[in-house]
């Protein structure tokens, strides 16, 4: 059974640094990319970026890139999104998602990430 | 870049009545265009993909057409489960970017 299972809820002040995970099982996950989605309290999904975990190769959204850093660790099956320095907007649900051949099959359960002074 | 736009905004239908969800994309997507089903407080779940493949555990119910820029989702008959938020979606092949339209509410009227 394909499954992505990410880390927990999150808490964080202003200017705190966080890294949050998707972790991937049944599956090869070295073989389909990982999206991350975000969704603000009371809107829609908006796409952030993705990567092949086989070989690290990262794309963001124009609306994110240089906001957050997508990882993974393929000997874990780990995908990772990561903020150097948060702000209050960045309050959100996050999800990560499984890129089928064009379309987001599998998604985690969603970490939500507050961040409030 | 690509833009979706879906209509209308909000559904206010009955249980037994059939919705109908429009998704027009900006230039054409030919059919990869994929819809997703968004409950209160539960991730998205895919229901159509290719704009006419239910996936895997959909009931028939749910039905997708379209292509190049038109695309609809029509539910044939809402269960009370159904009542949620709808999503469209599409990806270009290289490099693999996502773009999500706005969401149409099917709430009970």
């Known amino acids: 059974e394909v499954q992505l299972v990410q880390s927990g809820a999150e808490v964080k002040k202003p200017g705190e640094s966080l890294k949050i995970s998707c972790k991937g099982s049944?599956?090869?996950?070295?073989?389909?990319?990982i999206g991350w989605v975000r969704q603000m309290p009371g809107k829609g999904l908006e796409w952030m970026g993705i990567?092949?975990?086989?070989?690290?190769?990262?794309r963001y959204s124009p609306s994110f890139q240089g906001q957050v850093t997508i990882s993974a660790d393929k000997s874990i099956s780990t995908a990772y999104l990561q903020w150097s320095s948060l702000k209050a907007s960045d309050t959100a649900m996050y999800y990560c998602?499984?890129?089928?051949?064009?379309?987001?099959?599998?998604w985690g359960q969603g970490t939500l990430v507050t961040v409030s002074s | 870049e690509i833009v979706l736009t879906q209509s209308p905004a909000t559904l206010s239908l009955s249980p037994g009545e059939r919705a109908t969800l429009s998704c027009r994309a900006s230039?054409?997507?030919?059919?990869?265009l994929a819809w997703y089903q968004q409950k209160p407080g539960q991730a998205p779940r895919l229901l159509i993909y290719?704009?006419?493949n239910r996936a895997t555990g959909i009931p028939a119910r749910f039905s997708g057409s379209g292509s190049g820029t038109d695309f609809t989702l029509t539910i044939s008959s809402l269960e009370p489960e159904d009542f949620a938020v709808y999503y469209c979606?599409?990806?270009?092949?290289?490099?693999?970017?996502?773009?999500f339209g706005p969401g149409t509410k099917v709430d009970i009227k």
């Open positions: 998602a499984r890129l089928g051949r064009l379309s987001l099959d599998y």
């Open positions: 049944g599956y090869s996950f070295t073989s389909y990319w």
């Open positions: 990567i092949y975990p086989g070989d690290s190769d990262t």
């Open positions: 230039q054409s997507v030919s059919s990869y």
């Open positions: 290719d704009a006419s």
């Open positions: 979606q599409q990806r270009s092949n290289w490099p693999p970017e996502v773009t």
